[in-house]
C-alpha cells in the first residue's frame, strides 16, 4: 500500500494491522506527492470542479465535486502495465500473478 508520511500512518497500530494482513506500507518520499496516482486524481477534481468556483453552500460544492466524481467514473479505465520499461521495475521483486 502506498502511503505518503502523514504521521497516523505509522502509527503502531497500523503497522500492526499491516503485519496481521500481509500488507506491506510504502512510504512515499517527502515533497514526492506527485510519485501516488490518487494525487493526480484529486488535482484533476480540484481543477474541474473547484478551480474558479463561488459556490454559495457546502451543498453546491458537493454537487459539483459529485458531479465530477460520476463523469470521471464513466470514462474510468484501470491503470495497467504502468511504465513497463521503468528502471524501478528492476529494483522491486513483484509476486507472480495468481491464474
Not at 3 to 19: G, I, Q, T, Y
Not at 61 to 78: F, G, L, S
Amino acid at each position: 500500500m502506498v502511503l505518503d508520511n502523514f504521521s497516523p500512518h505509522k502509527h503502531a497500530e497500523v503497522r500492526a494491522w499491516a503485519a496481521d494482513h500481509r500488507v506491506e506500507l510504502v512510504f512515499l518520499p517527502t515533497y514526492c506527492s506527485w510519485l501516488n496516482w490518487i494525487e493526480a486524481e484529486f488535482a484533476a477534481l480540484r481543477y474541474f470542479a473547484l478551480n474558479g468556483t463561488d459556490h454559495r453552500s457546502h451543498d453546491e460544492q458537493n454537487a459539483a465535486i459529485a458531479a465530477y466524481v460520476r463523469w470521471r467514473n464513466a470514462r474510468a479505465k484501470p491503470k495497467t502495465n504502468f511504465a513497463p520499461d521503468s528502471p524501478i521495475r528492476s529494483w522491486t521483486e513483484y509476486p507472480a500473478k495468481a491464474a
